[in-house]
């Protein structure tokens, strides 16, 4: 598969090793990483957005600096749902939110600011990355704005909670080029910097596993140097390859059993369906992706791509036939660039972890973020498309006006594309918003999310017509009768408030939230025999949760059991000693039976 660079021109030519040091190169990464921040700075008005609230906001992992150790011993949602079971094994990503958390509480301004930082730390360094592949300052200044810029990135950028994959590539890209340099010069400290990066990379997430295919892909096209001595085939080769690779093999086998021992199991799937299906969907996901990152418009949070059972001449035999044709096109042009061959890998083996889509769900394996790190080779191999432009005169140091004009041109469209298609990351309404008018099969938990950031905003109305809309289209969403019951509790329209979280009680009798707030509402009504029977059931689902115990003491007060009352008052205080309601109204109990 290694091919032969053009032949020399005065854009292409190979320049000495140490070029990376050069004016020109430095004003070109300094360019490359202003305009990503500049395209990206608007985002630093968004708020807290979808899993931020429950990842962040609503973490208590976040909340002290001693429940570091607990994130390296449990999946990466265990502060919010200690008891389930997930596929997400990121302690160092837990880390880097605590630290935002100290930095900036809940102003969102400075965690995007923080996700940002990230994203243009990649930049840069997928900058460094074209400038070893290509040897050619114009190719990096390429790449580089190509993948800064690139719109794909928006959900790993302009949301908190996709800040794992810059992360990653910040991580990713510098182990790559430690192993390069080590390649290159010798010295195991090279060596050893690439092997810890490699392990925060991991501990990051997970498809940093794949940094080893991409380091024998890049040692078997002798990037970047041939090993010594020259192997005799392509078995010895290969077998020599590995025994240079096989400390960051045996890094990896300890990373992946280590997850396998914190996330009780591999994975776990969230949808039942067989492997012949899950293959089916290959070609039909692997053609949305090469579209997305070709044409990056019309981006969404969500897809609702489904799985393939039935395969068919659109949703499987075309795909796989322009599946076909992207290959062979690649193959052939890699046998004439080496920096093609290099590129492939970047874009290639970074997808595989997300073909494992029996653990998102039907409807919910295809986002943009995947995209992130293929993304790179996708860069790399515009930016070798690009400098093949040899037409006009020559311009910024050498480089022709009509190559210049492309890689401007194409900047300034995706410049321009980035505030347009990250608009709905702007607010909880914006995403859901966005999300639920574009989504045919109108998914109730969606909907629900949107009438509810409706409400928070105080537009009950339209809220009312979602959550009508939801039950509707869906008359077991027992969730959204629990919600709108909610609004109307706030709003005091207290009969509509009993209609509805009497309806969510009796569908889902495991909602502690629709019985609770049926209690209260019962309570304000003056009904003390129905409000005290809900909020004694609500205690047996829920016997922790705050101010059960002291809404259940209110009642029992207004009915005269004063010892029944203290009772629920002290326990109260007893789980959450911080509840100064309930040491007054046990203060003001105990005065009470003092006097008789």
Not at 32 to 45: G, P, Q, S
Not at 520 to 541: F, G, H, I, Q, Y
Request: aromatic share 12%; proline share 7%; charged share 15%.
């Amino acid at each position: 598969m290694r091919g032969v660079e053009p032949g020399p021109s005065p854009e292409n030519a190979e320049v000495p090793r140490d070029f990376a040091t050069g004016p020109a190169v430095r004003l070109s990464a300094a360019l490359v990483c202003v305009l990503t921040f500049l395209a990206y700075i608007h985002t630093l008005r968004f708020q807290f957005v979808h899993d931020d609230r429950g990842q962040i906001i609503g973490n208590p992992a976040l909340r002290s600096w001693h429940a570091i150790p607990a994130y390296f011993t449990s999946q990466v949602w265990a502060g919010v749902a200690p008891s389930a079971l997930g596929n997400d094994y990121r302690p160092l990503f837990l880390l880097w939110l605590r630290v935002n958390a100290a930095l900036f509480r809940i102003h969102p301004a400075g965690w995007h600011l923080a996700t940002l930082a990230a994203h243009v730390a990649a930049t840069y360094f997928v900058f460094l990355l074209a400038c070893k592949v290509f040897q050619n300052w114009p190719a990096a200044m390429f790449c580089g704005l190509v993948f800064g810029l690139h719109p794909v990135h928006i959900e790993g950028v302009a949301w908190i909670s996709g800040a794992p994959e810059p992360l990653l590539a910040a991580l990713l890209i510098p182990a790559y080029l430690c192993w390069v340099r080590f390649r290159e010069n010798g010295g195991e400290l090279w060596r050893g910097a690439s092997l810890g990066l490699y392990a925060l990379a991991m501990l990051m997430k997970e498809t940093a596993v794949v940094l080893p295919l991409i380091l024998f892909a890049s040692q078997w096209l002798d990037f970047p140097r041939p090993l010594n001595p020259p192997p005799g085939g392509p078995a010895r080769k290969s077998l020599r390859i590995l025994t240079v690779l096989l400390p960051f093999l045996v890094l990896t086998a300890g990373y992946l059993a280590a997850r396998t021992v914190v996330l009780q199991g591999f994975s776990h799937p969230a949808a039942q369906v067989n492997w012949l299906t899950v293959v089916l969907t290959w070609p039909s996901l692997l053609m949305f992706y090469l579209k997305l990152l070709a044409w990056p418009v019309g981006l969404s949070p969500f897809y609702g791509l489904k799985f393939v059972s039935h395969p068919t001449l659109w949703n499987a035999v075309l795909p796989t036939l322009l599946l076909l044709l992207v290959s062979l096109g690649l193959w052939r042009w890699a046998k004439v660039s080496r920096a093609v061959a290099l590129a492939i890998p970047w874009l290639v083996f970074p997808l595989l972890p997300v073909l494992n889509i029996q653990v998102f769900g039907n409807g919910n394996f295809a986002h943009n973020r995947y995209l992130y790190v293929p993304s790179i080779g996708f860069a790399m191999l515009v930016a070798d498309a690009l400098r093949r432009i040899r037409y006009g005169k020559p311009v910024l140091g050498g480089v022709p006006s009509l190559q210049a004009a492309a890689c401007l041109g194409l900047a300034l469209v995706m410049g321009v594309a980035i505030p347009v298609e990250d608009r709905y990351y702007a607010n909880d309404t914006a995403f859901y918003g966005f999300a639920y008018t574009h989504d045919l099969d109108k998914d109730p938990v969606i909907g629900v999310d949107y009438a509810n950031s409706l409400a928070e905003q105080g537009d009950f109305g339209r809220a009312a017509a979602i959550y009508g809309e939801v039950i509707h289209a869906h008359p077991d969403a027992w969730n959204a009768y629990f919600n709108v019951g909610y609004m109307y509790y706030q709003m005091g329209r207290l009969d509509l408030a009993g209609r509805y979280l009497s309806r969510a009680a009796a569908g889902d009798p495991a909602n502690a939230g629709a019985v609770f707030y049926l209690g209260l509402t019962n309570l304000k009504l003056s009904r003390l025999d129905e409000a005290e029977a809900s909020l004694r059931r609500a205690l047996v689902l829920a016997p922790t949760k705050p101010t059960y115990h002291f809404a259940l003491g209110m009642v029992l007060k207004l009915k005269g059991d004063s010892a029944g009352a203290l009772a629920e008052f002290s326990k109260e205080l007893e789980l959450h000693p911080w509840q100064q309601a309930a040491a007054q109204q046990v203060a003001d109990i105990q005065k009470q039976m003092m006097r008789k």
